[in-house]
């Protein structure tokens, strides 16, 4: 099995009101429409054209303040524990989290997108962008 | 702005029956349904369990196969070219993708899941999965 270590670099950083573990909300849904900011890497700014209008959008980015990475977490609302990928903590093997938040503005001349629902920790890498639609 | 590298350590492989760019389709929706094989590596198979029910789970893989990185790409159905983080090109500045597919069967003893709806090359590196649910 090919465990070549995969390299990316982040395309920018993500601003959130959360300062500390534990501020964070578990989810975006729980966020109580908290807004951030993206701020994009200037070289990259072009990618973010058409994407001004879309409602909501996928937030790729590293929980890189996650410490221990255990195969067995239990979830707040579960009884019993279970494996770590069928749960969101944002603490597993590559600690890589998935945020659906709402797209308020976007400026891509800027590199500065303003979202809300925002549930990453401040200063989170953000390492891609997708719209949440099909094209 | 903080560009320091990230590293992840692939967590399996998927396999699939789509063996060069251009036979793998677009978008899961576009898979007709296709059936592939979720590999996770020993070390990490305890991570799978409590899968097993859920109807469709995200996989976060990285599309290894992607050479050009353009900041503009021009989507099938759209007329002019767009930013490529408004699109899901699997070419961008960091080669990573995100698909939903169906879970078939959840094998978490032998590291292994069956999955429809496969839209990436046999080959490919897993990151993560999550539930699509909340939890």
Not at 15 to 36: H, I, N, V
Not at 59 to 87: E, H, M, N, Y
């Amino acid at each position: 099995m090919n465990r070549k270590r995969i390299e990316f670099q982040p395309i920018g950083t993500i601003r959130t009101p959360w300062r500390r573990r534990g501020e964070a909300p578990r989810q975006t849904g729980l966020a109580g429409g908290a807004e951030g900011t993206v701020e994009i890497h200037p070289d990259l700014a072009e990618g973010l054209e058409g994407l001004e209008g879309l409602e909501r959008i996928w937030l790729i980015w590293q929980s890189d303040r996650c410490s221990r990475r255990p195969l067995k977490v239990k979830p707040p609302f579960d009884t019993s524990p279970k494996g770590v990928f069928a749960t969101r903590s944002p603490a597993r093997p590559n600690c890589i989290a998935l945020s659906c938040v709402r797209l308020l503005e976007a400026d891509a001349a800027a590199g500065r997108l303003k979202v809300a629902d925002v549930d990453m920790l401040d200063g989170s890498p953000l390492v891609d962008i997708k719209p949440t639609s099909l094209s």
